[in-house]
């Protein structure tokens, strides 16, 4: 079975810090990861979308790495900000294009 | 238009009831997509459209639930005498390509549509 995993659930840190989220996937024949951002209430903000053959891709305070043969992937956000706040949501496509999302990570940066 | 735009924004009914929900993909994109969020995070496919096509229809629960895209129209998702557990917020999401040939495109999602049954 196709499965995305997250971790950790939920991060609460003050203003500054350097973060790091993780994710993992089952089924490593993937076509893209993607990083979307959920706001409350909100729809999803595609971030950075990683091909199968890529390593890493970058935006702003942003960096996601990909190590596909072992089914894991990382966000990195430098310097994090009051208003980085929001989930964190890993997806994978294969060949069928559904999109395959993990459970996300909620962060809450503190002033 | 340039954003995919779902209609309504909020939708409540009562247990039985029958609720539709509209999605106008972004112009010029061929692929649709249907998920369901529930429980906060859980994201679930519902089905995907290639124009007017039924593309993929394995996360369809098949008894109540069905979705059309027609020419010239908005796609819509039905949901026939609704339950508890149908409340969520449904997402439409559209693409301009198969994403899952090259992984060198994303879908483009919309707001949803909360939907409370109660």
């Known amino acids: 079975k196709q499965e995305v995993t997250q971790i950790p659930a939920a991060l609460s840190v003050p203003e500054g810090e350097n973060l790091v989220l993780n994710c993992s996937f089952t089924?490593?024949?993937?076509?893209?990861l993607q990083w979307f951002r959920q706001d409350p209430g909100k729809g999803l903000t595609s971030l950075l979308l990683?091909?199968?053959?890529?390593r890493e891709q970058t935006s702003g305070r942003l960096n996601a790495s990909l190590d596909k043969s072992s089914g894991r992937s990382t966000l990195y956000i430098a310097a994090s900000q009051p208003g980085d706040s929001a989930t964190y949501l890993c997806?994978?496509?294969?060949?069928?294009?559904?999109?395959?999302f993990g459970t996300g990570t909620r962060l809450q940066v503190f002033p | 238009g340039e954003e995919v735009a779902q209609t309504p924004k909020h939708l409540v009914r009562g247990e039985g009831q029958k609720a539709k929900l509209y999605c106008a993909p972004i112009?010029?994109?061929?692929?649709v997509f249907w998920y369901q969020q529930v429980l906060k995070n859980e994201f679930k496919f519902l089905i995907s459209?290639?124009?007017?096509?039924?593309?993929?229809e394995t996360g369809m629960p098949k008894e109540r639930f069905s979705a059309k895209c027609l020419p010239n129209s908005p796609c819509s998702l039905e949901i026939q005498a609704t339950k508890l557990e149908d409340s969520a917020v449904y997402f439409c999401?559209?693409?301009?390509?198969?994403?899952?040939?090259?992984?060198?495109?994303?879908?483009?999602f919309g707001p949803g549509t909360r939907l409370t049954v109660l």
């Open positions: 999401a559209s693409s301009p390509k198969r994403i899952g040939l090259t992984g060198a495109d994303t879908q483009y």
């Open positions: 089924d490593s024949a993937i076509y893209n």
């Open positions: 990683i091909q199968s053959s890529q």
């Open positions: 997806a994978v496509i294969y060949n069928t294009d559904k999109l395959i």
């Open positions: 112009k010029g994109h061929s692929y």
């Open positions: 459209f290639q124009n007017e096509n039924v593309f993929d």
